[in-house]
T-cell receptor
Framework: DTEVTQTPKHLVMGMTNKKSLKCEQHMGHRAMYWYKQKAKKPPELMFVYSYEKLSINESVPSRFSPECPNSSLLNLHLHALQPEDSALYLC???????????????FGSGTQLSVL | KNEVEQSPQNLTAQEGEFITINCSYSVGISALHWLQQHPGGGIVSLFMLSSGKKKHGRLIATINIQEKHSSLHITASHPRDSAVYICAVGSQTSGSRLTFGEGTQLTVNP
């Protein structure tokens, strides 16, 4: 199984809603990532989990709250989002966080989020 | 000036043509990644290079560390190759933080 599975594929939410994005991989990867991608732009790193611990937070607003309940799962909890947060949210994983710049990244197909 | 620059930004080709996409970077790197993104979002990692050349099917990636330049070649292009191709670089100091190029939109017409 070389897949990273993200759910839901599409999400529409109001600014007062609370929702969660889910990411799952069963490749035994120990690094998991959240990226945000606006249309026609490259992905921007948001968070990195290394061995289930948050290792990088790229100064992301607190309305985005990541969680790594176990080595296979990564969640992104959303609360009080703004319309400018509408984007494609991509999850990725790689084998070994220690040499992560040398590691092939496996991406999910993303969640297209619209905030109204 | 971006640390990672790709050219061209947009490329239209006829089926069967040989295609080259270029990536230049201004920082010292440990590894360079070529990624493919189809409409609808999913990103596929095509290659990770730290030196030399790699080949997979009709795709060839090369890197010249001294010149800080990499190329992605597609031989016998096909409409299914239509996608955005993204170059990303990583370094010892940046660790998990890849620096991405802006991407090249490739359209292959039948």
């Amino acid at each position: 199984d070389t897949e990273v599975t993200q759910t839901p594929k599409h999400l529409v939410m109001g600014m007062t809603n609370k929702k969660s994005l889910k990411c799952e991989q069963h490749m035994g990867h120990r690094a998991m990532y959240w990226y945000k991608q606006k249309a026609k732009k490259p992905p921007e790193l948001m968070f990195v989990y290394s061995y289930e611990k948050l290792s990088i937070n790229e100064s992301v607003p607190s309305r985005f709250s990541p969680e790594c309940p176990n080595s296979s799962l990564l969640n992104l909890h959303l609360h009080a989002l703004q319309p400018e947060d509408s984007a494609l949210y991509l999850c990725a994983s790689s084998q070994d966080p220690a040499g992560s710049q040398f590691e092939k990244l496996f991406f999910g197909s993303g969640t297209q989020l619209s905030v109204l | 000036k971006n640390e990672v620059e790709q050219s061209p930004q947009n490329l239209t080709a006829q089926e069967g043509e040989f295609i080259t996409i270029n990536c230049s970077y201004s920082v010292g790197i440990s590894a360079l990644h070529w990624l493919q993104q189809h409409p609808g979002g999913g990103i596929v990692s095509l290659f990770m290079l730290s030196s030399g050349k790699k080949k997979h099917g009709r795709l060839i990636a090369t890197i010249n560390i001294q010149e800080k330049h990499s190329s992605l070649h597609i031989t016998a292009s096909h409409p299914r190759d239509s996608a955005v191709y993204i170059c990303a670089v990583g370094s010892q100091t940046s660790g998990s933080r890849l620096t991405f190029g802006e991407g090249t939109q490739l359209t292959v017409n039948p």
